[in-house]
């Protein structure tokens, strides 16, 4: 594939090797965690064992020292062709990882905020800790969280409940946006609690068409009470601002990438199929020559415009000093070729996968090919907000013509 990603920094090139060697026990687990609709706690194991799960903790504090988005993107690429459902866990937890490291080297050493990143750091280094997010909610966006968070003398008390809360059934903390109230009004602020918290309810209610190994179970908060300084506001509560148009962009660009994993393990899979040696009629047909074909030009398109975008990030990353001196606007056309790559490399990974179906015959059609598992996982892209495939293109269409949407 003359459109590969390869690395672009040594700390990538370890976390990539290191996510490499677990394709193959991945792929070898992933039909039976499917069938049962159960997370593979073996994946996160061997995550946290070989350095992946820690992959943006700073060497100092135990972990590979990885900044790079461009790598990190191609790190859940290639997770996900392996298992679809444990690389978008896992870019879930390096989110908020990444978010402690920035926090680690922007604040005053021996400062609250500087310890308390320091010490999440080295638990997720040490295998300790593993955290879940999520954002999503029934009957809202991601402006609009209605899960809320309360003062109160002791700390802070949460309610309500969040949906798709990705490798839950395994994580020791969770992170989510909820409503906050001060003095200033209305924020959607971030807070991260362990996962035994009293009136943390797992809901064990995730059964769905793909992603089944995922364990993106709901979760209700029922008087939650974490610490005060668990809370962190990042905007203002119902409208697009400048530092939540960076955090949902670089915590979402990874998550594409997972799709782009599938179609090149779909792309495999139909390329072995048909250039086995036992298979001489395949390679002298037409319809294969060109189907085949037409998958390479998808997967270049969609490689291209990922990496490009992963470069981009890096880009604004150094231009902005990590975001915290972006502009508005900067913040939407950041948002808005986020929107473009993602429509890219859903739409063809899809097509991707449905033309290794159509290659591999009825026998694509069996529950225990691989493809089969492929062909539901794929479709899980489009629904990850934001945005959804029906609102994005307005959504861009106004950020083209300068008029930046403020919900």
Not at 135 to 142: A, F, K, L, S, V
Not at 323 to 349: C, F, I, P
Request: proline share 5%; hydrophobic share 45%; aromatic share 6%.
């Amino acid at each position: 594939m003359s459109y590969r990603i390869v690395p672009l920094t040594p700390a990538g090139e370890r976390v990539i090797t290191a996510a490499s060697d677990l394709i193959e026990p991945f792929q070898a687990r992933a039909d039976a965690a499917d069938r049962a609709n159960e997370i593979c706690a073996a994946n996160y194991a061997d995550m946290q064992r070989s350095g992946v799960a820690a992959a943006f903790v700073p060497e100092e504090l135990g972990g590979l020292g990885l900044r790079s988005m461009h790598d990190w993107i191609l790190t859940i690429a290639t997770l996900a062709k392996g298992d679809g459902s444990a690389a978008i866990a896992i870019s879930m937890h390096l989110s908020t990882t990444r978010g402690q490291a920035a926090l680690y080297r922007a604040s005053e050493a021996g400062s609250p905020p500087h310890l308390r990143a320091q010490r999440i750091l080295e638990a997720v280094a040490k295998g300790e800790m593993l955290i879940c997010s999520t954002t999503t909610e029934r009957g809202t966006d991601n402006l609009h969280p209605l899960s809320e968070a309360v003062w109160s003398e002791a700390g802070w008390i949460l309610n309500g409940a969040k949906h798709f809360v990705t490798m839950s059934p395994l994580a020791t903390h969770v992170a989510t946006n909820v409503r906050m109230r001060d003095a200033d009004g209305d924020h959607i602020a971030n807070v991260l609690l362990p996962m035994n918290t009293e009136g943390v309810q797992p809901q064990g209610d995730w059964d769905a068409l793909g992603m089944r190994a995922s364990g993106s179970q709901s979760i209700k908060f029922e008087n939650c009470l974490v610490p005060h300084d668990a809370l962190r506001k990042i905007g203002p509560w119902g409208k697009w601002s400048t530092p939540v148009l960076v955090n949902r962009t670089l915590a979402n660009a990874p998550l594409v990438a997972a799709f782009l994993g599938i179609a090149e393990a779909a792309f495999q899979y139909a390329l072995d199929a048909q250039s086995a040696p036992s298979n001489d009629r395949a390679k002298a047909r037409p319809g294969v020559h060109h189907a085949l074909a037409e998958m390479e030009i998808s997967l270049s398109t969609a490689q291209s415009i990922m990496a490009r975008h992963g470069a981009q990030l890096d880009d604004f990353m150094a231009a902005t000093n990590g975001g915290a001196t972006a502009t508005y606007e900067q913040g939407h056309e950041l948002m808005k070729d986020y929107q473009s790559a993602k429509w890219v490399v859903n739409r063809h990974a899809i097509d991707i996968v449905s033309q290794a179906m159509d290659l591999s015959g009825g026998g694509g059609f069996l529950a225990r090919n691989p493809l089969s598992r492929l062909y539901r996982d794929v479709r899980a892209g489009p629904f990850m907000q934001p945005y959804s495939p029906i609102d994005a293109r307005e959504y861009m269409g106004k950020v083209i013509l300068g008029a930046y949407p403020e919900t």
